[in-house]
């Protein structure tokens, strides 16, 4: 008898041990979710505030220019920050001509720049064509292309 009462007594306690344990997991997640629910709106103006210093780029490419040097440097809309030089994709290229050849250009004309600055033999031909041709001033009002 007295081995059939320890077992129950034994069991009595493990039952009770559990239910203290259920009972103390039960306050920890309340407890957990009360303050998931104090610090959301805190989380949530983190962050906006990181999404604020993000700079997105609307093309994926080189860096180029960058001006902003300084960690932590906040950054007023309007002035230029950086260039991209995009990695694929189609390019502008703005260029001057003389006088004598601006009979050839014109919209849709099928164009080559030449980058006169490096060696020929290293430097690749662009191609492309003609998008838009504008006088670049005027003078005692006559039209003039440089």
């Not at 991209?84 to 164009?111: F, L, S």
Request: charged share 25%.
């Amino acid at each position: 008898m007295p081995l059939r009462q320890s077992i129950q007594q034994l069991e009595f306690q493990i039952g009770q041990l559990s239910k203290d344990r259920i009972a103390e997991v039960a306050r920890e997640l309340r407890d957990g979710q009360v303050r998931l629910r104090d610090i959301g709106p805190q989380l949530h103006l983190a962050r906006e505030t990181l999404e604020c210093t993000a700079r997105r780029s609307p093309a994926t490419g080189i860096v180029a220019r960058l001006t902003a040097l300084t960690e932590g440097v906040v950054n007023v809309a309007g002035p230029r920050v950086m260039d991209i030089v995009p990695d694929h994709g189609e390019g502008n290229i703005e260029a001057t001509i003389g006088v004598g050849d601006q009979k050839d250009v014109y919209p849709r004309v099928a164009a080559e720049v030449h980058l006169i600055a490096y060696k020929q033999r290293s430097a690749p031909v662009a191609k492309g064509v003609v998008t838009q041709f504008s006088p670049d001033h005027f003078t005692a009002g006559v039209l003039r292309w440089l």
